[in-house]
């Protein structure tokens, strides 16, 4: 606690450094400035108590802040153990008027190279706002915060929080272990959160499966959007931000020359697209797995050959997983690849490289080369090189993607957030997407920074199409 803030962050003495990234991220996020100046009289979200569970990197930076000028009271964790710049961090608690002696920005609690305790411990902490205040708002990237509610929720009606099966998982123990402690604490903590929840905004491909799946179950407790499946989010962040995204992680992990070399990537949906095109562009001689036909012939027809991965596990240099999915590299084929061969992964948990098998081959050693770079050296003496312990490598190694898609896909976040805040009986406790006419208002807002000039339709063309000179241009069922 500093001048009444509450916060956990690595240093807070970076907020300087932190504040000029702020500064120069803000001129490359139009969309998110925009929408600052167009709500700034009306004060949309005052009264909104914001809880955010997001990267906390410089571009995340500009949302809160963004959120704040809305009038939100905004707290934030990051919800991924390496993806905090440590730097932004700081600048967000101090603000853009405070002082590191006196921070008077928003609380965050978030540092990069988080144990697994530690992230559980700091998203428990989004959900006190001081007063026995939760939050009436969620922002979400992955689902872990309103994982943790619905669990809560759960355990709460039962009055008690089942015991850790001898199988479970290492990181169910630990949310077993946070909920258990709240609900000694406040028997109906979660409870009254739920019930004063107006909606979470979600920000990825596996988070709102999650959503969907608990909305199929009749078990979502609150509304949802599905900010990922806005045309300008996945079609854009998911693509373009990982074509920016990965190669710099790689580059800043190992420095290895890609040109040449044979790169496996697993999976080409969105982020799989953007990932072979990134890596083709260095050179690369990519090939694609999937288990889709559909995107199996997308990649074919894009000219990449479509493959097995045991049938190329020995040749390649370089594995990436994009799925989403579990189970895709097994530790029996890490140990089949060649000398020095990269092992990472961009798909949102740490379910898709199989790192507690490989951490159980007998004899094997890990080294740290540096931070998030380990390699992995087999009794036989050849070793890998793992990319953030299977984490998001572009995150973890790299600073996420960059500003100007971030401002897309933080724009959208944005309107969620006013819609789901300023229209509470909008909404029933299903999965929403945003209307068109505000996905084509994010795209437009970023044409001018990129000097591109958009044609109006005339009356004529417009009845001719059969669409209001205004928009929406395309039916619902398009696809881009
Ligand atoms: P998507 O659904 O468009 O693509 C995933 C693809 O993987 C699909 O085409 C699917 O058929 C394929 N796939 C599934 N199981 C497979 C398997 N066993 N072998 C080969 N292919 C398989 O999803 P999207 O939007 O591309 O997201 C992928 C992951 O990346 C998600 O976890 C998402 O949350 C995450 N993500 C990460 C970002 C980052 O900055 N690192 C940014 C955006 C999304």
Request: with cysteine.
């Amino acid at each position: 606690h500093v001048n009444g803030l509450d916060f956990a962050v690595a240093d807070l003495s970076l907020a300087t450094a932190g504040r000029h990234q702020i500064r120069l991220a803000e001129h490359e996020m139009p969309g998110l400035m925009e929408l600052r100046r167009r709500f700034a009289a009306d004060q949309p979200l005052r009264g909104a108590r914001v809880a955010g569970s997001l990267h906390m990197t410089v571009q995340t930076a500009v949302l809160i802040e963004t959120l704040a000028a809305l009038g939100a009271q905004v707290r934030w964790v990051s919800c991924n153990i390496f993806s905090t710049q440590d730097e932004a961090a700081a600048a967000v608690v101090v603000g853009p008027t405070g002082t590191v002696e006196r921070p008077a920005g928003s609380p965050v609690f978030a540092w990069k190279g988080e144990t697994l305790a530690e992230y559980w411990w700091c998203t428990d902490q989004l959900f006190d706002f001081g007063d026995g205040q939760g939050p009436n708002m969620l922002v979400d990237d992955g689902g872990d915060a309103t994982l943790l509610i619905h669990k809560g929720v759960e355990f709460e009606a039962a009055g008690a929080v089942p015991q850790a099966g001898e199988h479970d998982h290492e990181e169910y123990r630990l949310i077993l272990d946070t909920l258990s402690a709240s609900l000694a604490a406040d028997g109906r903590r979660f409870t009254r959160i739920a019930a004063g929840m107006r909606g979470v905004s979600e920000e990825t491909t596996n988070g709102v499966g999650r959503l969907y799946k608990l909305a199929a179950e009749g078990r979502l407790l609150f509304p949802a959007i599905n900010v990922n499946d806005s045309v300008t989010k996945s079609k854009f962040d998911n693509k373009y931000g990982i074509r920016h995204s990965l190669v710099d992680g790689i580059n800043r992990a190992t420095d290895v020359m890609l040109g040449g070399k044979i790169v496996v990537v697993c999976g080409y949906g969105d982020v799989g697209k953007g990932a072979a095109q990134s890596l083709r562009g260095q050179g690369a001689r990519v090939v694609v797995t999937e288990i889709d036909p559909i995107c199996a012939l997308q990649a074919a027809m894009d000219g990449l050959q479509v493959v097995l991965l045991d049938d190329v596990v020995a040749e390649a240099d370089l594995f990436i997983t994009t799925t989403g999915g579990t189970d895709i590299i097994s530790a029996e084929q890490m140990g089949r690849m060649k000398h020095n061969a990269i092992v990472g992964n961009v798909g949102h948990f740490d379910t898709e490289i199989d790192m507690a098998g490989l951490a159980r081959v007998p004899g094997i050693e890990r080294i740290e080369v540096k931070p998030q770079v380990h390699e992995w050296r087999f009794p036989d003496g050849h070793s890998i090189l793992v990319l953030s312990e299977g984490r998001l490598l572009n995150l973890g190694n790299a600073t996420g993607h960059p500003s100007f898609v971030m401002s897309n896909s933080f724009a959208n976040q944005t309107l969620a957030q006013i819609e789901l805040f300023t229209k509470p009986d909008a909404y029933e406790n299903r999965v929403y997407m945003l209307p068109k006419h505000l996905d084509e208002e994010v795209a437009r807002l970023h044409l001018d920074a990129l000097g591109a000039r958009l044609t109006t339709l005339t009356k004529k063309q417009a009845e001719y199409l059969g669409v209001d000179v205004a928009g929406p241009y395309k039916a619902d069922h398009y696809r881009y």
